[in-house]
């Protein structure tokens, strides 16, 4: 094999791929990007078994062939060569790297032992505005679970396809957000979990080219997103995702009306004090037109308040802060309507006059509470 490539393109093309590259898993192959020539272009792989990365990009092409060479060596060796260009031949399984008065000889792994990425045959296809997908990530991703989760299907982001809607759901077991948008689909419905990392890479490398469309194709057990010229391959979570329709209260006895910024900036005015979210609630009263914030830790104890407008009964009610401000600062609008039942029950923030987004936060008992 042999080829040569701009430096600058193949610099980011290695560090975007390296991000499916395995760091846990002592098996030499996977640790490494697979390099693969054909007649006019260069193709990049990283794969852990469980989330890949793929990317094209034009090259002059001597001789195809395929090599696997460990990434962070890979990694490294490009981006700190000077050359403009950067020419790369394999004899067997020894590479010769060069790039101006720059020349390393490294050792690679034969691609025969480098496992087949899967492929989604027959799938459902979507097609999605970038930008429209990113908003909608944004305001569900901070809900998903994390890996220490004890119900590994919440660690994912789930999507439900149904005619020309889109709907991302998130919960971690404190918190609930659901974000629902009018796309152009017309396929039967179907819903499936994509994990957390593999949205979080996706996000890193959308293109800045927001009015750019992403392609989706799902199969029962993976999903390949292409989006510019990389395809993200990752397998799907399977297990009984949270009923959310039946967490979400159908009734309310105090809703609230209040500026977006302002909620933040008061619950972010007592952080000072906080010592631990879980021990340190904020205690927030609801009553008179007014936002009354307030906590007390060994550090010291902190009350500001702000305007709200206030119908139904008084409420005294608890939360974790930074829950509180998560769900505040994904909201898109320049107020929220936040309706409660009691200080017990969950807690729904929503726009004023729609529900294109929802999200749900569990209060935390209060000290003086039964």
Known sequence: ????????????????????????VTMPTIEGILIECGSETLSLTGYDFEFGINTTLPATVSEPGAIVIKAKVLCDIIKKISGESVCIETNGTSVLITSGAAQYNITGIDADEYPELPSVQGGYPLFINQS?????VMQTLFAVAESESSKPVHTGLKFEMTLNQLRLIGVDGYRLAVRTETIKYEGEDVTFIV??????????????????EISISIGKR????????????????????????????????????????????????????????????????????????????AIGRVVDYTHANISGNRVEIGFNSKYMTDALGAADTDQVRIEFNGPVQPVKIMPLNDERFLFLVLPMRLKNEA
Do not use: W
């Open 1 to 24: 094999m042999k080829f040569t490539c701009n430096t600058k393109n193949l610099n980011d093309a290695c560090n975007n791929v390296m991000r499916a590259v395995s760091v846990k």
């Open 222 to 297: 993976h999903i390949i997103f292409e989006v510019d010229n990389y395809s993200i391959i990752s397998r799907l979570l399977e297990g009984d995702f949270l009923d959310y329709n039946a967490a979400i209260p159908k009734t309310c006895s105090t809703t609230v009306l209040i500026n977006t910024q302002d909620a933040i900036a008061c619950i972010e005015r007592t952080l000072p004090v906080i010592e631990n979210n879980a021990k340190n609630p904020i205690r927030c009263l609801f009553d008179n037109d007014e936002m009354r914030v307030s906590t007390v830790s």
């Open 132 to 136: 429209v997908l990113q908003q909608m």
């Open 195 to 212: 994990p957390k990392k593999t949205i979080r890479e996706l996000i890193k490398i959308m293109s800045p080219d927001k009015d750019k």
